[in-house]
């Protein structure tokens, strides 16, 4: 079965902190790609950030970055000057053959002031 | 331009009743796909669907159907409902076909909470 591995249930910032999100996957796919998703208390869950497996550059929106080890099969996420908006679940999520996506149990954030 | 929306927005029903959920893509958007979020976990796929054909379906009983409609909105029956089926229902939508293949990003709406008691 494809998994997702968030090994982290809750992390907890400063505000203006840099924090880093785990992710490991688990896929037999040769080519494909993974998102991180964030689901603030709306619930509403947000695209931040989409990488491309077979690009070795790795991705960037402004203050959100990943660190993509294909090898290892791993894909974290670097949160820079953490702000009170960024508190939220984040989720690690990738296609795998007819599903959309497969999703991790989620980090949930805390930002403190 | 709309994002994806769906209703309601909450729902209560009691077990052994049915329910339809409705979600309309973003324009454009050809595929919708469904999750089921149960509370503390990660959106689990249910269906997805493109140009009204079921493309995929993830590990659900019989009692989970869905269909796609010409404009390409789409509706979530659940049958005989259980206490078990309470969650955070999420549909979302793709330009084109999302799967492993494919390079389309899938963007969620905002959800419906489903309560059986």
């Known amino acids: 079965a494809q998994t997702v591995t968030q090994s982290q249930p809750e992390m907890s910032v400063q505000e203006a902190e840099t924090v880093t999100l785990s992710c490991t996957y688990d896929t037999s796919e040769s080519d494909y790609y993974l998102f991180w998703y964030k689901q603030p208390p709306s619930r509403q869950m947000i695209l931040v950030i989409r990488q491309e497996a077979y690009k070795q550059q790795n991705a960037t929106e402004n203050r959100f970055s990943v660190n993509f080890q294909k090898a290892a099969k791993s894909f974290s996420l670097k949160i820079s000057d953490s702000q009170l908006g960024d508190a939220a679940m984040y989720f690690c999520?990738?296609?795998?053959?007819?599903?959309?996506?497969?999703f991790g149990k989620g980090t949930r954030l805390s930002v403190i002031a | 331009d709309a994002g994806v929306t769906q209703s309601p927005t909450h729902l209560i029903k009691t077990r052994g009743q049915q329910v339809t959920l409705r979600c309309s893509p973003i324009s454009g958007h050809k595929s919708v796909s469904w999750y089921q979020q149960v509370l503390g976990q990660g959106p689990q796929f249910i269906f997805q669907?493109?140009?009204?054909?079921?493309?995929g379906r993830g590990n659900f009983p019989d009692r989970f159907s869905a269909r796609q409609f010409p404009n390409y909105s789409s509706e979530l029956n659940v049958n005989a409902l259980l206490l078990g089926d309470s969650a955070l229902y999420l549909c979302?939508?793709?330009?084109?076909?999302?799967?492993?293949?494919?390079?389309?990003?899938?963007?969620f709406g905002p959800g419906t909470r489903l309560t059986v008691l």
């Open positions: 669907y493109y140009e009204k054909e079921e493309r």
């Open positions: 979302a939508s793709s330009l084109g076909l999302a799967g492993a293949a494919n390079t389309d990003t899938q963007y």
């Open positions: 999520a990738y296609p795998s053959g007819n599903t959309p996506l497969v």
